[in-house]
């Protein structure tokens, strides 16, 4: 079965420094990735995609993510933390051939002023 | 343009009650699709319609849910005889057509007593 494992429940960065929150996705087929953050008592707003193409993508609010087949990765990053960065992130597939979405169990990014 | 859109945002009802739960997608969307989320994890995949059909229902837990989209536009989640362990945020997405790209809703609280 697919699955989607992100290292670190929670992550505390300073600000201005890099903020690196990992996924890794089990697949035999390169899915389509995701990542989506979720703001306290806010719906989940898309940061990001993966579906072809070039690996590296760039989002928005600075976050970048790249597609690493070979490590079956898809980490997310940003190069310069800020405090309104402070949310739980979500890296999710969609396999091959299907629309339902696999979400990883999420990542609280906390940032220290 | 409008969002989706979820009523009610919360619901609190008592173990062994009937609860319906509604979902608007943005319109033209044509995918509509229901996630479960527990506490501390990611959400989770109950069920996705293409149009007024039921596409994919491998999600449902067991058969005290159902959900319908009769137009092919709103969508309502039906779950009976809850239990505690229902206890969770339901969100909604929609996809335009031809897009894996999922636009959530902000969620219904529910819980169960």
């Known amino acids: 079965a697919q699955s989607v494992t992100q290292l670190g429940s929670h992550v505390s960065v300073s600000e201005g420094a890099l903020v690196l929150l990992r996924c890794n996705y089990s697949?035999?087929?390169?899915?389509?990735l995701f990542w989506y953050v979720q703001y306290p008592n806010q719906g989940l707003q898309l940061l990001l995609k993966?579906?072809?193409?070039?690996?590296l993508v760039k989002g928005i609010n600075g976050f970048e993510a790249e597609f690493k087949k070979s490590e079956t990765s898809f980490h997310l990053t940003k190069p310069s933390a800020h405090m309104s960065d402070a949310a739980e992130y979500f890296c999710?597939?969609?396999?091959?051939?299907?629309?339902?979405?696999?979400f990883g169990t999420g990542t609280r990014l906390k940032v220290l002023a | 343009g409008a969002g989706v859109s979820q009523t009610p945002s919360n619901k609190v009802t008592e173990k062994g009650k009937y609860v319906e739960l509604r979902c608007d997608p943005i319109?033209?969307?044509?995918?509509l699709y229901w996630y479960r989320q527990s506490l501390g994890q990611g959400p989770e995949f109950l069920i996705y319609?293409?149009?007024?059909?039921?596409?994919?229902d491998s999600g449902l837990p067991n058969d005290r849910f159902f959900a319908v989209r009769p137009e092919g536009s709103v969508s309502t989640l039906k779950i009976q005889r809850t239990e505690r362990g229902d206890s969770a945020v339901y969100l909604c997405?929609?996809?335009?057509?031809?897009?894996?790209?999922?636009?959530f809703g902000p969620g219904t609280r529910l819980t169960v007593t």
């Open positions: 993966y579906t072809t193409g070039a690996t």
């Open positions: 319609f293409q149009g007024t059909g039921a596409a994919d």
């Open positions: 319109s033209g969307h044509t995918a």
């Open positions: 997405a929609s996809s335009p057509p031809g897009s894996t790209e999922q636009y």
């Open positions: 999710a597939v969609s396999p091959s051939g299907t629309y339902k979405y696999i």
């Open positions: 697949s035999s087929v390169p899915p389509y």
